[in-house]
């Protein structure tokens, strides 16, 4: 980027380019970005000079400090008889051992009261209330007599509660189903192996991990709880035994022989571990154990992988900053320390027998790299007991170690202390011209009071002088002269000097003293090549500068050399010195040319500043909604043309929904329609049209779907009546369907328009199947034409009387087939053809048929009447009796009438994803919905919005290309959150995080594998 004077910058930006700078000026020095990865050395070998990279701010700061707290006099050091195993399920209940070990109990996370969970009766009570129970109920279970002892538990992933038990002689394990309920599955553990569980955790897919600390052995099981084999078998369980069933020829069957499946065996394998204490699930499938040595009083974290058949082991280095043995350990979430580098977003949290605070550590778990790095973060633990540190929802907490415990959050302390000095030396700034006078530095930083940023520079023409200076710190000395010392920086108070940026650093400025952009004028860099060394100091290191961006511009445009006689700069020391002092308005007045040059940037979506695109947008008589996001703004204004293009159709009305409410809005919508705008989660705009032949669920639209009773309908795929078949035919049909044979007297009569009396649902059911519609405009005709007369005349026998009919009922008075010969007949139709009540349908039947036909004749000659004029032809309410007017019928009321009905509307349908959503969201969400589409639709239009399920439902389904098959009746969004007015019981969970639905929850529980 140039300014309007032609000078430019370089720039460090980012962990990448502050990573080049190398941590001194000597020979060997290494690049910063070698230091933070850790590749160098281990953390503890961090030299204090060194700067760190904050990653939540993306910034260059001093190295923080570790804080350590003291133990005191009155604290006693843990000890492993203290632990007991607790664990938390998806919903934040928290399952613990009681402190004799002989009961289970579970803090509830909707209550907070701590109660018994097992076994389901007190102690000393047990006999009393079985015998009470036995005496109604003889198929309860019965309660064991002697006494549980556990060790440890774990809650699997597809909640299942597991924990390690003795009674008696005999050791297993119980399994609580923490979804169904009921009694627990017993799983007794054989007595030739040795089994002492010590600690226990969740294994990734399901199952647990077992560590026997006694016997040095790591048991894997998997979701079923049987053992997968880590080793050689421990003891047989069953000898080959032949079968009882030989066949006739062939090999002799025979069930092999079955033996226990053995572990891994830790002692096995000399210096994987000393003394594991603990066990904690990995990163990709691995497992972690907290190894220690009481001797040497440290601590280690070994991480064991399984490869095939065969394990290997990684171990982190003996970790330094443990002022006692490790007692605990848990990977939780954590608030990021900004200058740590870890692939994870969960921490390691590890206690000693202090107990004072959880060190923490990030986890650096890629491949074959396996690497622990201390964070200087403190976390105390107040009036901790030492049972065990555990995961609730992701967060790491802690007992408080009374007789009923809370389980504490851990939480940062916020006392952040720093090294006081951090030196840096940047790459080389190649400006591309012999001689270049370098202009100035600008940082965006934050230098708050206590804090400073000393700068030093070097500049030569020659590169190679550089190398040589980091071999050879004399010859640097003969080749720039060292390092220059320049003024410290100073505050702009107008921001930066890019152009439109000024104004967000002056805000800035104000939220923190300090932050903004600082500037200093180089005092005599000369050379093609310029060098920078920086040093970072606090002044009691309770705070440090933070360094965001750094600017290097030039060449530096002089005005002495471009403005002035050349007698200014005739004696030297006055000439520098004017050359610096007008370089001051040099920079103020070049900030203002180069908004002037670039005031283009304003008329560009992309470019133009976030404060301006609302007056932007006025050019196009636009009004942003201030609920969108700057990227939905710029992309609206940047493609306002297009959205007119579309505006009025289909396209155009889903553009504006999809803006509305879609916050990863994609472009490419302007460009107009495709294929993947139709998805099972996205905005469906159906037009009423399509659904006439196709079908509602097929046009896109499954709330619409006509249903009989509690399921579909059910449409039979034949031939439809044409005329060709005449009313013979249809009538015959008709017959077919009541399962009977048609007399000579029906096939005689046409078929009736009109619904039977008698027969009224067959009759509907055979016009859909027959003709593809219920006929209902004759009929609709026929009723009015009947009351009309019965008001007209008083009675069915005036009207025979006046017509000289015989209608042996009211129901029996039908629509004249033909111009009536009959006078008052005829003077009754015309008085009645001119009234408004039914005209729409009258008028559409007699202007079809005279844009048809033309002249009257000629539809006299075609339907085989005599009517005088088109406005006086009745709609049929029997099937017509000529061909041409059986087609013209057909074509009227099963196409046109239809189009009528569907023309001009359609239907706006917003996905539903999760059943979940609460009614005022919905609400709010249909209202936005009916005001964008009531601006943007063309105004002859008529629309509805309603809401779709955006999956598969039962006795609603339409398959086709975007069809998503989800994880069935356990996927998050069919299990919807119980909350107090919204849920049924039974019918959703407490609100937590939703499980695996690979899980196979229906699976056998068992030892074998």
């Keep these: 980027m140039k300014n309007v004077n032609g000078a430019r910058f370089q720039l460090l930006l980012g962990r990448g380019d502050w990573g080049r700078c190398v941590d001194s000026d000597a020979a060997g020095a290494l690049p910063l970005a070698a230091w933070w990865s850790g590749a160098s050395s281990p953390a503890a070998a961090l030299p204090a000079t060194l700067p760190a990279w904050d990653l939540g701010r993306d910034e260059l700061m001093l190295r923080p400090r570790a804080i350590e707290l003291p133990a005191t006099l009155a604290e006693t050091p843990l000890t492993l008889h203290a632990r007991r195993g607790a664990a938390a399920d998806r919903h934040g209940n928290v399952y613990r051992i009681a402190d004799d070990r002989r009961s289970l109990h579970v803090a509830s996370v909707g209550s907070g009261n701590d109660s018994l969970f097992w076994p389901a009766e007190p102690a000393g009570c047990a006999p009393q209330r079985a015998q009470a129970r036995l005496a109604f109920d003889t198929h309860a279970p019965a309660i064991a007599a002697t006494p549980e002892t556990y060790f440890a538990m774990a809650v699997t992933h597809d909640d299942w509660l597991v924990v390690a038990f003795e009674r008696g002689a005999l050791r297993g394990l119980l399994s609580f189903d923490l979804i169904a309920g009921g009694q627990p599955l017993d799983t007794p553990w054989p007595d030739a192996v040795p089994f002492a569980p010590f600690d226990m955790c969740a294994r990734d897919g399901g199952g647990v991990w077992i560590l026997d600390r006694e016997n040095l052995r790591l048991w894997e099981l998997d979701c079923t709880l049987a053992i997968v084999r880590s080793g050689q078998p421990l003891a047989p369980l069953a000898p080959e035994v032949v079968d009882d069933f030989q066949p006739l020829s062939g090999p002799q069957r025979v069930h092999a022989a079955v033996d226990f499946p053995g572990g891994l065996d830790l002692a096995a394998s000399p210096g994987w571990v000393m003394d594991p204490i603990a066990v904690e699930p990995g990163l990709a499938g691995s497992v972690w154990l907290l190894d220690r040595d009481e001797l040497s009083q440290q601590s280690r974290v070994v991480r064991l992988r399984r490869n095939g058949q065969a394990w290997s082991r990684d171990a982190s280095d003996w970790l330094p900053g443990l002022p006692a043995p490790a007692h605990d350990f848990v990977h939780a979430a954590a608030p990021r320390w900004p200058c740590a580098d870890a692939a994870s977003a969960k921490q390691l949290f590890v206690s000693t027998t202090v107990g004072n605070q959880v060190h923490v550590f990030d986890v650096l778990d890629d491949g074959p790299l396996f690497a622990l790095h201390e964070l200087p973060q403190l976390y105390p633990l107040r009036r901790y007991g030492g049972r065990a540190l555990i995961v609730v929802r992701g967060d790491g907490r802690y007992d408080s170690g009374l007789a009923l415990p809370v389980w504490t959050l851990f939480v940062q302390q916020p006392r952040a202390r720093f090294e006081t000095e951090a030196d840096l030396v940047t790459p080389v700034f190649d400006s591309g011209e012999l001689g270049t006078t370098w202009d100035k530095l600008l940082l965006d930083a934050a230098i708050p009071a206590g804090t400073t940023v000393k700068i030093w520079s070097r500049a030569a023409d020659e590169h190679d002088g550089f190398e040589d200076a980091f071999a050879s710190p004399s010859g640097a000395a003969q080749l720039v002269g060292g390092w220059n010392d320049e003024p410290m920086p100073l505050l702009r108070p107008d921001g930066s000097e890019l152009p439109w940026l000024r104004r967000d650093a002056v805000r800035a400025t104000r939220r923190e003293a300090g932050q903004g952009t600082w500037e200093l004028l180089f005092q005599a860099a000369q050379g093609r090549y310029l060098q920078l060394k920086l040093r970072l100091r606090s002044e009691h290191g309770t705070n440090t500068p933070r360094l965001r961006a750094l600017r290097v511009w030039s060449p530096r445009f002089s005005y002495p050399q471009r403005f002035l006689p050349a007698v200014y700069g005739e004696d030297e020391a006055c000439a520098n010195f004017l050359e610096r002092w007008l370089a001051n308005f040099e920079s103020t007045l070049t900030g203002i040319e180069d908004k002037v040059a670039r005031a283009q940037t304003l008329f560009d979506a992309r470019t133009v500043p976030a404060e301006a695109l609302g007056w932007l947008a006025e050019w196009f008589d636009l009004a942003l909604d201030p609920a969108w996001d700057e990227r939905r703004h710029r992309l609206f204004v940047r493609h306002a043309m297009d959205f007119f293009r579309w505006r009025g159709t289909v396209h155009g009305l889903r553009l504006a929904l999809e803006l509305a409410f879609d916050p990863c809005f994609d472009p490419k919508m302007f460009d107009g329609p495709r294929d993947g705008d139709e998805g099972p989660r996205r905005i469906r705009i159906v037009e009423t049209y399509r659904t ?217 349908l917003l996905p539903v994803a999760s059943v979940s959503a609460g009614p005022y969201e919905l609400e709010e969400r249909l209202g936005l919905a009916r005001r964008v589409v009531d601006l943007e639709k063309p105004a002859h239009t008529v629309f509805d919005v309603r809401f779709f399920w955006a999956f598969n439902r039962v006795g609603e389904a339409r398959l086709g290309q975007d069809t998503q098959i989800g994880a069935g009746s356990r996927a998050p969004e069919l299990i919807p959150d119980a909350v107090v007015g919204r849920a049924y019981v039974g019918a959703s969970f407490v609100a937590g995080p939703p499980m695996n639905p690979s899980m196979n929850r229906g699976a056998s529980h068992g030892l074998l594998q």
């Design 692 to 908: 006439r032949l196709i079908g509602a669920l097929a046009a896109g639209d499954p709330g619409a779907a006509p249903l009989q009773g509690d399921a579909l309908q059910l449409v039979a795929t034949q031939t439809a009546w044409t005329p060709a078949e005449g009313s013979t035919g249809l009538v015959d049909r008709w017959a077919r369907w009541q399962g009977r044979t048609a007399s000579s007297s029906e096939q005689l009569a046409p078929f009736p328009l009109v619904s039977p009396a008698n027969d009224a649902d067959a009759w509907v059911a055979f016009s859909r199947s027959a003709l593809g519609f219920v006929p209902a405009a004759g009929a609709q005709e026929r009723a009015r034409w009947q009351a009309w007369l019965l008001a007209r005349h008083g009675g069915r026998e005036q009207v025979n009387q006046q017509h000289g009919t015989a209608y042996a009922s009211v129901a029996d008075i039908a629509l004249p087939v033909d111009a009536p010969s009959n006078p008052q007949a005829a003077a009754d139709w015309a008085a009645f053809s001119e009234r408004s009540d039914g005209a729409w349908t009258r008028a559409r039947w007699q202007d079809f048929l005279a844009r048809r036909y033309r002249r009257i004749d000629r539809l006299k000659t075609a339907h085989g009447t005599h009517w005088s004029d088109f406005h006086l032809v009745a709609l049929p309410d029997a099937l017509p009796a000529s061909r041409a007017a059986q087609t013209d019928w057909l074509q009227f009321e099963g196409q046109l009438l239809a189009m009528h009905r569907t023309a001009h509307r359609f239907s706006v």
